[in-house]
């Protein structure tokens, strides 16, 4: 009986479990370009680029073994634009008996594909995507009867579960868990990282590059600097280069921030990783070997590992242990439209102006950027998360909802009220200044917190302090902010407070149809 095997743009790796007990001579596997996708929110333009030339070179390999793969692309006259017509249009193309799928990254993808078998009349099986290291179920079980899911709790297990950074005796390498307070330093003057390695487009990504500029020629991202790898091998080359080249130090400088290093010390693995092209625990075994090997050092390698073994994995469990519901959560009520500078990078605020300026030119920024900077700044204002949320997907080229919407959600800027962190990743720009280099090139003065010349950060977050002031009343870990906020004089936060009512007043909201 013949099968239709689909994969989806983050599913191009061969190990993947539609495509288990595929039979050469009889089935059929398909992958699709569609503009339902492409336009669900404003993708940036190296997201989608980055995913169709994935796709296109995945569908290549496959046919170069023999297997029978159709690859559906985006210009294709008779592309029907959506997941269910594409597979609709094969199932009357080739009459399989069935339909294999894997478990895809997003809800709303999980309720079409469960109405494929009525539209196609045909069986769809559904598989586990077990390039997890933690199943759905195993979240669950795990999850069950804790009031607070902690990531650290979740991370141990993970550990002992996968022999990672363990010793026979059964305790943890280096006789802690975890050891990121060695990881917090500034990047010193005159320390350069070295470059990530280039992947030139070749001729598959070239064209690829060209049909997304003349399709969305108005779309948020530029195209210029593309060079992700777009292929196994090529992943495998860039995970090797930052092994050898940006983990020995990615601990020590993983959350610092500085002007013109839109890399520095991380790896960018997490596109390739997100797109399947990598195994996450093949990743953290290579890392692992570099600590056995001398070559790296162990708060390096273990702040590493945490980010696949421990972030990655929970906020996957996290997201379909709560979904539907948990992504129309609101804790602080807030409701503020986007600022429209996320999107055009056009602030003085030299920090936010950073982060977007690299978010716009190259589709990432790392995680202290986005927790610290822009989800800080989003916390900070009351922005609406339904708008921030989107952003966040649609802005960076790791993005699927499953992995950006509990990091937004519970994160940045708490609208699932702790369920993640026990405390709002609230920040003045205190601390922006000390893990940055941001604040001595910025039109604002750091450390005023009233005036025309004060930092936007100190006076919001006075005034986000105050403004849940109620709601963090029980909550020790905003017990030193709250202290604060009772003994300063009163004249002195009615002013902040005042500044930041102006401040956000004057934000220009993003336009409704703009960067599509």
């Known amino acids: 009986m013949t099968a239709l095997r689909i994969i989806l743009g983050d599913q191009c790796s061969r190990s993947i479990a539609a495509l288990r007990d595929l039979d050469t001579a009889a089935d059929v596997v398909l992958s699709m370009e569609v503009a339902e996708e492409a336009e669900a929110v404003r993708h940036h333009r190296q997201k989608i680029a980055f995913l169709f030339s994935a796709m296109r070179h995945f569908s290549a390999a496959l046919r170069a073994r023999g297997i029978a793969a159709e690859h559906i692309t985006l210009d294709d006259p008779d592309n029907s634009g959506s997941f269910t017509g594409e597979v609709l249009r094969a199932v009357r193309r080739h009459r399989p008996g069935r339909i294999v799928v894997t478990f895809p990254g997003e809800w709303r993808v999980l309720e079409m594909i469960r109405g494929w078998e009525a539209a196609a009349g045909i069986p769809v099986e559904i598989r586990e995507d077990d390039r997890f290291l933690c199943t759905r179920a195993e979240f669950a079980r795990w999850a069950k009867g804790r009031q607070q899911l902690r990531m650290e709790f979740f991370y141990r297990e993970m550990r002992r579960r996968h022999g990672i950074l363990m010793e026979p005796d059964g305790t943890p390498t280096g006789g802690a868990w975890n050891f990121d307070p060695e990881n917090r330093k500034a990047l010193p003057r005159g320390l350069v990282p070295p470059p990530p390695p280039a992947f030139p487009p070749d001729a598959t990504t070239e064209a690829v590059l060209e049909l997304v500029r003349q399709r969305f020629p108005t779309r948020f991202g530029g195209l210029d600097s593309f060079g992700w790898p777009v292929t196994a091998r090529d992943a495998a080359r860039a995970l090797q280069a930052f092994m050898a080249e940006r983990l020995p130090r990615f601990g020590d400088y993983q959350d610092a921030m500085a002007i013109g290093q839109p890399v520095l010390f991380h790896s960018l693995l997490s596109v390739p990783l997100n797109a399947g092209l990598l195994d996450p625990l093949e990743i953290c075994q290579a890392a692992e070997a570099e600590y056995r090997a001398g070559r790296a050092p162990l708060n390096a390698v273990e702040g590493f590992i945490r980010q696949i073994l421990g972030w990655r994995e929970y906020v996957r469990g996290l997201y379909w242990l709560r979904m539907p519901h948990y ?190």
Not at 350 to 357: H, I, M
Not at 391 to 408: F, K
Not at 473 to 493: C, I
């Open 327 to 516: 992504a129309t959560g609101n804790a602080l009520a807030t409701e503020r439209p986007l600022p429209d500078f996320y999107w055009t990078a056009e602030t003085p605020m030299r920090c936010v102006r950073e982060a977007t300026e690299q978010t716009r030119d190259h589709a990432h920024a790392h995680h202290i950027q986005r927790l610290m900077v822009t989800g800080n700044f989003a916390l900070l204002a009351g922005i609406a998360p339904a708008a921030i949320n989107e952003w966040y997907l649609a802005a960076y080229a790791d993005a699927y909802e499953w992995v950006q919407l509990p990091n937004t959600q519970g994160m940045a800027v708490f609208a699932d009220g702790g369920m993640m962190g026990s405390k709002p990743y609230a920040a003045s720009g205190a601390y922006i200044n000390r893990m940055s280099d941001y604040c001595r090139h910025c039109a604002y003065d750091v450390k005023a917190q009233t005036g025309k010349d004060a930092c936007p950060f100190n006076f919001l977050y006075w005034d986000f302090i105050a403004r849940h002031a109620e709601r963090w009343a029980g909550n020790a870990r905003m017990s030193l902010p709250l202290r604060n906020l009772e003994k300063m004089d009163a004249a002195k936060l009615e002013q902040m407070r005042r500044q930041a009512r102006d401040f956000l007043g004057a934000l220009r909201p993003t336009p409704r149809d703009a960067y599509k």
